[in-house]
């Protein structure tokens, strides 16, 4: 029996074997890799170069481009690149040329002092950023498509694996790197930022090459994607216009409202909520995110121990938060740790006011991450779930898409002015701000508790 069971268990893990589950780890890493080095790791470099703090808040709005990546992805899910295309496959194609700008503009920000010219620096940092929306609405599309059913836990597990570790590189492992190039850690150098984000785009190799590997999907029709061009193409026939005009009106409906009119006419009125629930849940996160690093550089905290503290403690406490969403999920259910999410990400802000008030404390810092990791995991858990619960498989991409813009549009616009309010009132303040902003969520969460939804059709 014993023996029966461990033979179950090492067939179950074999699936880590595959080679699209491999690759994905990888690609992971690709994806996962950009999200900071223009966001958290470069307002730390503003701020040690003496960027003044409302600057660095308004330059977060570049993160907007992730924000508005719905807008393109029915072109991404669906417009052939010339010769890429070709010799790739849609997928891939879309995948290396977002990968290969992301490199190149990282390239950009490295040759770019931002006290000689922060503009140049806005510029290459907003490259990076659509890039990168671009490669996740592709890289999405891929994960859906690659693999069958039962391969698309193991396919989300190593792209989280992935998406982690670059993340760790993009932040401690950047702020490590400038620290050990830095002949004087109390003062501005210019090249040590320099060489480390050259690093940073070396690294993206690895997503070029597997993207160069790896086999584009067999995609199958979905009847109701083809159903619904069908039945658009006999509409726009009727209205007596010429071929050509036909057939591109047919595509530009298939691929750019009937993504969101399923949506809506599967949650009727209820739609507006749930957009409304995807909007804000993550505010109290984003908008303190933006100024925690130039906190931690006026509190007085070093790069290396900034690094040290955020990769230990904070990478544990977030993939202990992310395995500890997962079984509540699936214990309580979606609704119930979404609701507990909100509570911990609204209530650890409330740490870091405590933290401003003792001034450079790394016991404090390891505790207040450390928390505030794990609330973080746990929202993050339960919120993929909810999401990935409301896509329709037939046009699983552009509708995630959606769901992930409209995550990220207002936090990111209020998270903007961040660095004038901390200007105005100090951090402590700003930080008890952000907690309050979380109140609303907790409303939202029980009125969407309340409803049954309509099961998503898959096909």
């Known amino acids: 029996m014993i023996n029966t069971t461990v033979a179950s268990w090492l067939s179950i893990c074999r699936i880590y074997a595959h080679p699209r589950v491999v690759g994905m780890l990888a690609l992971g890493f690709s994806a996962g890799l950009p999200l900071l080095l223009i966001l958290g790791t470069l307002s730390f470099w503003l701020r040690e170069a003496g960027i003044d703090r409302a600057t660095i808040g308004h330059l977060s709005w570049i993160g907007l481009a992730y924000g508005f990546k719905w807008m393109w992805s029915p072109l991404v899910d669906r417009l052939p690149l010339p010769l890429l295309t070709r010799l790739l496959g849609r997928r891939r194609a879309w995948l290396l040329l977002s990968q290969i700008t992301i490199a190149i503009a990282l390239v950009g920000m490295a040759s770019t002092d931002p006290l000689e010219n922060l503009s140049h620096m806005v510029f290459f940092a907003l490259a990076v950023a659509f890039a990168s929306a671009t490669q996740d609405i592709a890289l999405d599309a891929y994960r859906i498509e690659a693999v069958e059913l039962r391969l698309q836990g193991a396919m989300a597990a190593t792209y989280q694996g992935g998406y982690r570790l670059a993340m760790i590189l993009a932040s401690a492992g950047v702020l490590w790197i ?3 190039l830095d002949a004087s850690p109390t003062d501005y150098d210019y090249q040590s930022w320099q060489i480390a984000y050259l690093i940073m785009a070396a690294c993206m190799a690895i997503g070029i090459i597997t993207t160069l590997i790896i086999q584009e999907p067999d995609v199958p029709i979905n009847h109701l994607a083809a159903e619904n061009e069908r039945q658009a193409s006999q509409m726009i026939t009727r209205w007596n216009l010429n071929a050509r005009l036909t057939r591109l009106l047919t595509w530009l409906y298939s691929a750019m409202i009937a993504p969101f009119q399923n949506f809506i006419v599967r949650h009727g009125y209820h739609a507006f909520l749930i957009l409304t629930l995807i909007a804000v849940y993550r505010i109290s996160d984003v908008v303190m995110g933006v100024m925690s690093n130039p906190f931690y550089v006026d509190m007085g905290y070093t790069k290396d121990e900034v690094a040290t503290v955020s990769k230990v403690y904070g990478v544990i406490m977030t993939l202990l938060g992310a395995a500890v969403g ?4 699936a214990r309580f259910g979606v609704i119930k740790t979404l609701f507990l999410g909100a509570v911990l990400s609204a209530a650890t802000n409330l740490l870091f006011v405590w933290l401003s008030l003792r001034g450079h404390d790394i016991v404090g810092l390891i505790f207040t991450i450390s928390a505030d990791n794990l609330s973080a995991g746990i929202a993050s858990s339960a919120f993929i779930a909810y999401l990935s619960g409301l896509t329709n498989s037939a046009y699983s991409a552009t509708q995630y898409a959606l769901f992930s813009s409209v995550m990220l549009l207002l936090p ?26 979380g109140l609303p969520v907790l409303i939202l969460v029980w009125m969407v508790g309340r409803i049954e939804f309509k099961t998503p059709v898959s096909s």
């Open 178 to 180: 400038a620290a050990s």
């Open 326 to 329: 997962g079984v509540l999920t």
């Open 412 to 437: 990111k616009f209020i998270a903007g002015f961040s660095g004038q309010f901390v200007d105005a009132y100090g951090y402590a303040l700003f930080f008890m701000g952000t907690a309050l902003l």
